[in-house]
């Protein structure tokens, strides 16, 4: 087998400290989540010869492969918002595969909550008014604005209800409630998502993803490292990723996401199909990217994500168990999440989930997971196919 065609696997995944955590710098959670993944893994850091990290400092991988220890030979910066991490992983596949690396290291951290809470930064309204943003920022129109607004769309063009939308939010809390290391796991109810304070119409305060602080780190190995690991591999068996627009007036569909290209691409290239995934893992920085990507991603149709996710779905024991560790609306949301939705995914393949593992008939574990992220006002996806096999 040449080295261009070396399969690769996940073989440590972990998070940092995550929630609440005021006395840490986003540098200090990056080292804590890198030192758990490669405890995690069994391996030492001399292994590491790859390094993929966005969203800090000027030069984001360079900064904190220094503050690591790191000297690696390949490097990944690209920042595309929420689904970096996918998108990141995706190449990080294709460099150990090819041999330009052996073992990769993608990681994460950030006081988003804290920073806020200390004075040391304010709430984002844009991300900027320069280039293409220029002709929307004017005239207020926010990132939540933007999702609540492609939200509308697909309640007039489908008949989806706020009430399906909100079955997202309560199905999210239900599943939290089994991880102990969530934000917020009290069960909450439609109702009360319904009646909370309005934020973007149609989204209240819970169709909105919480604000905390953390980070979370992934390492993926060539196969001939998988030997030298402490536990088994879960595998990367395809990927994709895809971009769409910036500018609103640029997207042809508001009910249709970027996933539905990286989707089919990954699940296309990992030869498996929609139905025989057991776990999704799916961005939830609001309640309808959810909804549309499971559509996108060939869960259910176009327009049939409502009827799909009211009927308990989601759940950690319904028929596809989605961000069963509360995901951004109740588990953790520290900025670019995507990272954390890998962590969760091999998490289950392993069976390591805690009360909230996901158990097939028999109680045997889940076998393949989708993890898909989502960036800007979805404007870019990446998805990833992982499997135990």
């Known amino acids: 087998m040449t080295s261009r065609h070396r399969r690769v696997a996940v073989v440590g995944v972990a998070l940092s400290d995550c ?10 959670l990056h080292a804590q989540a ?59 596949a294709d460099a150990i595969a090819a041999g330009h690396a052996r073992a990769v290291l993608l990681v994460y951290g950030s006081t988003a909550r804290a920073d806020i809470r200390a004075g040391r930064r304010t709430s984002n309204l844009s991300f900027g008014a320069r280039g293409p943003l ?51 796991r009290t069960p909450v109810t439609v109702d009360e998502v319904l009646s909370g304070p309005m934020i973007a119409d149609p989204f209240t305060k819970l169709h909105c993803c ?16 998988v030997r030298d690991c402490a536990k088994a591999p879960v595998w990367v068996l395809g990927t994709g990723e895809h971009v769409s627009h910036t500018t609103m007036s640029e997207w042809d569909d508001f009910t249709v ?13 990992a030869g498996v199909r929609p139905s025989e995934i057991d776990v999704a893992e799916i961005y939830d920085a609001f309640t309808y990217m959810t909804l549309v990507t499971l ?50 995914a091999v998490r289950q393949l392993r069976g390591e989930g805690g009360e909230g593992q996901v158990r097939k008939a028999g109680g045997r574990l889940p076998e393949l997971a989708v993890a898909s992220g989502t960036g800007g006002w979805f ?11």
């Open 34 to 92: 890198a030192r758990r993944a490669l405890a995690d893994a069994g391996l030492k850091r001399e292994v590491v010869d790859g390094i993929a990290s966005a969203g800090l400092g000027t030069l984001a991988p360079v900064e904190v492969a220094e503050y690591l220890g790191l000297a690696p030979r390949w490097v990944d910066s690209t920042s595309v918002g929420g689904s970096t991490w996918e998108v990141m992983a995706a190449h990080a």
């Open 257 to 269: 996401s970027p996933a539905a290209v990286s989707g089919r691409l990954a699940f296309e290239r």
């Open 295 to 344: 559509e996108d991603l060939g869960f259910c149709g176009k327009g049939e994500g409502g009827e799909f996710v009211a009927k308990g779905r989601l759940l950690r024991d319904g028929g596809l168990p989605t961000n069963t560790d509360g995901g951004g609306l109740s588990a953790q949301h520290p900025g670019m999440r995507g990272l954390f939705l890998l962590v969760e």
């Open 210 to 225: 919480i604000r905390s602080d953390g980070g979370a780190a992934v390492l993926l190995v060539a196969e001939d490292l």
């Open 19 to 28: 929630g609440r955590v005021d006395d840490a710098t986003p540098y200090a």
């Open 134 to 184: 220029q002709f929307e920022v004017p005239y207020g129109h926010t990132l939540i604005a933007k999702y609540a607004m492609a939200a509308r769309r697909h309640m007039h063009q489908y008949g989806t209800t706020l009430e399906q939308l909100a079955e997202v939010a309560v199905q999210a809390r239900a599943n939290a409630a089994h991880n102990p290391d969530a934000m917020f």
């Open 379 to 389: 404007c870019s996806s990446g998805t990833v196919v992982l499997g135990r096999s």
